[in-house]
């Protein structure tokens, strides 16, 4: 939500595009605003620049992005799930005499598969 005194912007999105909705209370009630100019203070700013930035993102490739916490908490889930899967690969194809490149490829190719 974005905040400038008696204006309050919306970033949503809609038929692939990223649509900013401004809207202003009349009598208690929440109502379409035409305004020919929006003043944010910094903070404000960089906030909008992020909600549009995400919004964007996601019209874009159809994902949502994740924020920091969630993102910290699926890297631990997979470093826990791929850790193990990945040590037996290299053991087993270190010990094949396979090349760091063979090695390298069958990792990837794990990860992927736990990733993706």
């Given amino acids: 939500m974005i905040d400038s005194r008696d204006i309050q912007g919306q970033v949503v999105g809609r038929d692939g595009k990223v649509v900013i909705l401004f809207s202003r209370f009349d009598d208690g009630e929440l109502k379409s605003a035409i305004t ?28 949502k992005p994740i924020g920091e916490t969630l993102k910290a908490s699926l890297v631990e889930k997979h470093r826990e799930r ?6 037996s ?12 490149g063979q090695i390298a490829v069958a990792c990837l190719d794990e990860m992927c598969k736990e990733v993706f």
């Fill in 36 to 63: 020919d100019n929006l003043t944010l203070d910094p903070a404000a700013a960089i906030a909008a620049a992020e909600m549009l930035t995400a919004m964007a993102f996601e019209m874009d490739t159809n994902l």
């Fill in 82 to 87: 791929l850790l193990p899967l990945l040590a």
């Fill in 89 to 100: 690969v290299i053991r087993s194809m270190f010990d094949q005499k396979k090349s760091p």
